[in-house]
């Protein structure tokens, strides 16, 4: 055994730096944090008007400025509780390590090793650095978590440990020539650490809106502003001002954005139950919008754990169960014995001597006092004679089954094996399936999702895996590909994987260029993983899935972390996912009516030159009633519709013929009563607006509705009852909403709505039945899911 460092060279490689510490950023610092979703172009745009109002003095105009706080507030403590629940969870499971120094075993913590330090390694341990072994006792490693490679890896004298790598069996010691941020570990999760924001198509839509809204503005703004300096109706600049802006925030989607961060932060809470965290808001309707899943074998459809499957009995023996308890027992375990003796443990034969196992001989034995009993691979035990046991074993093998034999030999002394060992039972162990793997993959499955299992393990073990958690196309150990025969051009990539579902021996490199292929064939891409070897193509993916037992590495660069390691839990996401996309779609519907028939009745006001036909006040009971309350409702309402693509298109063809209808309506009522009433004041006309708007919007929020359910129905009934009390009670209608109203204002004012309505409903008959993005009442693409 060497004697490891001296005390002098440690502290020379501390001063310079050439120790196993390494700073892993887990998440994003705060302050990057605050300003992705503080300046926002939502926020930009919200605050010039802001602070336009708030120049004119009339704060209580400037209410809507809450709307920034609260939408950068929710993003903010989201990501934040994100980064404190990553942050609690390390990259390396151990804190402590065993060194060699000056001849002493140390204890000393991860980031302590140096480099050159001679590191001890025993079973359970995780080792922290890379480097070449130099003792090896019965050394096994698991390296699962950098190569996806289920199988224990026996390591002799010379041989390579990486970092990540958890000891399994055995013990043994070895230099650690890269420490820190040059271990295999570290480089990979280094090259996984560039941020992305996952990509919302509810997002993108409204910021698209908003951009094109900000140009319109531009356009329209100077115009209203010039226009209402030009009427008499505004006696100050502080009127034409607020005027201006009123008629400006109409125009912009503000509560959308408010409404779809809070229908995520509600999804999010209701995951969190579920012990699923959501680092992204968007992340909820990006698993909805999935339509291919790539899956990590070991650790996300296998524990990773080795178990007995079953025993294929050979020849007649009724002491075979006893041997092979005792033939599995071990001072030193490893996971192949762990697994036997979980089944097996008791006995009553006694072990006179006995051989460890050998990765060189590749068996192990026990000798009792009549019989020796040898435990190893078959292709190392069975020699002649055995022919028909070996044709059963490579059988099984080749089904991606991992086979052991047990022999019976004559009690013997010494390391090898006794002759004319007879074949007594086949051992045939599998890995452990997550009990929640085959439903999981059925779910998705009958979701129409396409499935694809990419694992750096063996690719017949791979195909089994597969084929037993019902992967389609996958039928046994012969369908998995092996990555090394796989094309490097991601179009011929492509096509490779758009024929096999189930691939073996892949590389990190390769999960990354896969994950590249699907999205050039246009695929919304998920990746789910545990291991390093997944981090990059976890950042790559459209959206990542980690579990909460993987490496810190594969956690920070995912999008939703399965706390408990749990599989079960990604339906429940899609169906928040569905739930969101649905009803913001139908929420959004309302907003854009009217945001349209806002721009309209500005463009009208501005070559009219007349006063705005509804006072700020008059539109923020409208926005409460036909769209800020029932939206909200509407959007955390039930819903299992399937996602479509084309949200932001199927929302704009409905709301740009109904916010038409809407505002010509609202103008006509205007209009009339000052054509014929020129008596009439602006608050008279402004009165006959404001019902006319109310009644089709109220149609219009019962065509979202669709099909009625009774929350819904009491939902637009309460709205109806609410706005004829606004209107009718005098105290309310004259004392906050600055109405007048009188029978005949209100009748006419009815009777154009009604017009509103039936012009509503002859754009729905001509439109619907060639399009199905309009609602229909029970029928069409989207009855019967709401």
Same mark, same amino acid.
Do not use: C, W
């Given at each position: 055994m060497g004697s490891g460092l001296t005390a002098a060279e440690v502290a020379e490689r501390v001063a310079d730096g050439r120790t196993n510490a390494v700073q892993v950023r887990t998440s994003r610092t705060f302050a990057q944090i605050v300003r992705a979703n503080v300046f926002t172009f939502f926020n930009g745009l919200l605050g010039t008007l802001l602070v336009a109002v708030i120049a004119t003095g009339s704060w209580q105009n400037a209410l809507f400025g809450f709307v920034i706080l609260t939408n950068s507030g929710i993003g903010i403590f989201q990501e934040v509780r994100a980064k404190r629940t990553l942050d609690r969870l390390a990259l390396l499971n151990v804190t402590h390590v065993r060194v060699v120094r000056d001849g002493v075993v140390h204890e000393v913590g991860i980031a302590d090793v140096v480099q050159d330090d001679l590191v001890r390694i025993g079973s359970g341990d995780q080792v922290p650095a890379d480097g070449p072994v130099v003792r090896s006792e019965g050394l096994e490693l698991d390296e699962s978590m950098l190569t996806g490679e289920s199988d224990p890896v026996h390591k002799r004298p010379g041989d390579?440990?990486?970092?990540?790598?958890?000891?399994?069996?055995?013990?043994g010691d070895f230099t650690?020539?890269?420490? $820190?941020?040059?271990?295999?570990?570290? +480089? !990979?999760?280094? =090259?996984?650490?560039?941020? =992305?924001?996952?990509?919302?198509?509810?997002?993108?839509?409204t910021t698209l809106l908003l951009r094109r809204i900000s140009l319109i503005l531009l356009v329209v703004g100077p115009l209203l502003l010039w226009a209402q300096f030009r009427t008499p109706d505004n006696k100050s600049w502080q009127e034409a001002v607020t005027g201006t802006v009123a008629g400006l925030v109409g125009m912009i989607p503000e509560g959308l954005v408010l409404l779809t961060s809070l229908a995520f932060m509600l999804a999010i809470i209701t995951l969190a139950r579920r012990r699923t965290l959501v680092q992204e808001l968007p992340a909820v309707e990006g698993l909805a919008r999935v339509d291919v899943v790539c899956?990590? +074998?070991?650790?996300?459809?296998?524990?990773?754990?080795?178990? !007995?499957?079953?025993?294929?009995?050979?020849?007649?023996?009724d002491r075979a169960e006893e041997a092979l308890a005792l033939a599995a027992i071990s001072d030193s375990p490893n996971a192949t014995g762990l697994a036997i003796t979980a089944s097996y443990a008791d006995t009553s034969l006694t072990a006179v001597s006995r051989v460890p196992f050998s990765s060189a001989r590749k068996w192990q034995s026990v000798t009792t006092a009549t019989d020796t009993w040898v435990l190893g691979a078959p292709e190392m035990v069975l020699v002649d004679g055995t022919t028909d046991a070996r044709a059963q074993a490579d059988e099984l093998a080749?089904? $991606?089954?991992?086979?052991?034999?047990?022999?019976? $030999?004559?009690?013997?002394?010494?390391?090898? !094996?006794?002759?004319?060992?007879?074949?007594?039972?086949?051992?045939?162990?599998?890995?452990q399936i997550r009990d929640d793997a085959a439903p999981t993959m059925r779910y998705f499955t009958d979701q129409g999702v396409t499935l694809k299992v990419i694992s750096g393990d063996n690719p017949r073990t791979v195909g089994a895996v597969a084929a037993a958690v019902g992967v389609p196309g996958v039928d046994g150990a012969d369908d998995a590909v092996d990555a090394r025969t796989l094309p490097a051009d991601l179009d011929e990539l492509a096509a490779v994987l758009d024929e096999s579902s189930a691939f073996g021996?892949?590389?990190?490199? =390769?999960?990354?260029?896969?994950?590249?292929?699907?999205?050039?064939?246009?695929?919304?891409?998920?990746?789910?993983?545990?291991?390093v070897n997944d981090a990059l193509?976890? +950042?790559?993916?459209?959206?990542?899935?980690?579990?909460?037992?993987?490496?810190?590495?594969?956690?920070?660069?995912?999008?939703?972390?399965?706390?408990?390691? =749990?599989?079960r839990h990604l339906p429940d996401v899609v169906a928040e996912g569905r739930r969101v996309i649905a009803n913001i779609e139908r929420a959004a519907a309302l907003f854009l009516v009217k945001n349209v028939y806002s721009l309209l009745l500005a463009v009208i006001t501005a070559t009219t030159l007349v006063a705005y036909p509804l006072a700020p006040i008059q539109l923020t009971l409208i926005s409460n009633?036909?769209?800020?309350?029932?939206?909200?409702? !509407?959007?955390? $309402?039930?819903? +299992?519709?399937?996602?479509?693509?084309?949200?932001?298109g199927r929302v704009l063809r409905f709301a740009v013929p109904v916010g038409v209808v809407t505002a010509v309506c609202a103008f006509a009522g205007y209009w009339l009563v000052r054509v014929f009433d020129p008596g009439a004041s602006v608050a008279e006309a402004r009165t006959v607006t404001t019902v006319v708007v109310l009644v089709v919007s109220l149609w219009t929020l019962s065509i979202q509705a669709r099909p009625f359910r009774l929350w819904k129905a009491g939902l637009v009934a309460a709205m109806a009852v609410l706005a004829a009390t606004a209107v009718l009670v005098p105290p309310i209608g004259h004392g906050i909403f600055l109405l007048e109203v009188t029978p005949r204002r209100v009748l006419g004012a009815l009777a154009m709505g009604a017009v509103g309505i039936a012009l509503i409903e002859v754009v729905r008959a001509v439109l619907s039945p060639r399009a199905r993005w309009w609602p229909a009442s029970g029928r069409g693409r989207r009855a019967g899911t709401r």
């Open positions: 390579e440990v990486r970092s990540g790598a958890i000891v399994v069996a055995g013990e650690a020539t890269s420490v $820190g941020a040059s271990t295999y570990a570290a +480089k !990979l999760a280094a =090259q996984a650490r560039r941020y =992305q924001v996952t990509r919302s198509e509810l997002v993108a839509g899956l990590d +074998k070991t650790g996300t459809l296998t524990s990773g754990e080795i178990v !007995l499957d079953h025993l294929v009995p050979l020849t007649t023996d080749a089904q $991606g089954r991992r086979v052991l034999v047990l022999a019976r $030999g004559a009690a013997t002394d010494g390391d090898q !094996l006794p002759a004319q060992l007879v074949p007594v039972t086949l051992v045939v162990l599998a890995e021996r892949v590389s990190p490199q =390769q999960k990354r260029a896969m994950v590249a292929a699907l999205q050039r064939r246009g695929h919304v891409v998920a990746m789910t993983g545990d291991g193509a976890l +950042k790559d993916a459209d959206i990542g899935v980690a579990m909460g037992n993987g490496s810190a590495a594969t956690r920070a660069v995912a999008q939703l972390v399965l706390l408990d390691g =749990q599989f009633l036909t769209i800020g309350i029932p939206a909200f409702f !509407l959007a955390i $309402g039930p819903n +299992k519709q399937r996602y479509v693509p084309g949200f932001l």
